[in-house]
């Protein structure tokens, strides 16, 4: 296997997750495809990223709608990494990206968890760029 594409993303609505996506983390929406009058093929990824992506997935039933917002159980779901935390940290939370804890130095680097506009947790990971090299 070379790449995992994508990951699906259970959605209350298209239109309300695209916003938060695009306005909020700056993400950009690289597909937007209607397939039937109530289902859309959606794909967010963060702009510049040359693969993979979120497609979101609007809850259909009772039981996906149950999932929305916890789809791993209150753990951290999907880990999106920046090459400059201070300002992408800044940037999220001007947007009103919620976090749940100030940033914290972990081996790998700088780590802060938030969630997005459903409730799945998210780890925004950098480097701390006073380790040695």
Known sequence: MATLALTALLVR??????RFFEGALGFECVEDRELSPDKRWVVVRPKGSPAGGLLLARAADARQR???????GG???LFPH?????????AFQAKGVVFEEAPRREPYGFVAVFRDLYGNRW?????DPAADP
């Not at 609505?13 to 695209?18: G, I, S």
């Open 82 to 90: 920046t090459d400059d935390f201070p300002r992408d940290h800044a």
């Open 75 to 77: 753990r951290v779901f």
């Open 66 to 72: 149950a999932q929305v917002g916890d789809q791993a």
């Open 123 to 127: 780890d925004l990971i950098g480097p």
């Open 13 to 18: 609505d298209y239109d309300e997750a695209r």
